[in-house]
């Protein structure tokens, strides 16, 4: 499997950002991808994810109401559109994802630890400065 993000850059507090992972080589049709975030000098931080079906989809309490995890099936991607970004939003942003051999359900909690995703990918910067 390989996940390719991207969609960083630099925008004003208030502004919008929307950020892609490229997903490929899938063996099973049941996975998981998450974003989690990075700021310099603290822990990675997940904040959302979703199912492979769509139906489950988690965020933190930091970006709800804010940002918006999304899926599209035929191009195998996953957005997350970002808007009323905050200086705090400012950190390098990764997908990562784990496979499974059935379909995940989640609510109010995220499926899975950070350690338990099995691929990453590179990760985008998003900085948020005026």
């Known amino acids: 499997v390989q996940l390719q993000a991207s969609g960083g850059g630099l925008v004003q507090p208030g502004g919008s950002l929307r950020l892609s992972c490229a997903a490929s080589?899938?063996?099973?049709?049941?996975?998981?991808i998450a974003w989690f975030r990075q700021a310099p000098g603290k822990e990675r931080e997940a904040i959302s994810c979703?199912?492979?079906?769509?139906?489950?989809?988690y965020y933190a309490d930091s970006v709800k109401g804010r940002f918006t995890i999304s899926k599209d099936n035929y191009q195998n991607t996953v957005y997350l559109q970002m808007n009323s970004l905050k200086p705090e939003d400012t950190a390098v942003y990764y997908c990562a994802t784990k496979q499974s051999d059935f379909q995940v359900s989640f609510g109010p909690w995220p499926p899975y630890t950070s350690h338990e995703y099995e691929v990453w990918g590179q990760g985008t910067l998003v900085t948020v400065s005026s």
């Open positions: 080589g899938f063996t099973s049709n049941y996975y998981v």
């Open positions: 979703i199912s492979s079906s769509g139906a489950s989809t």
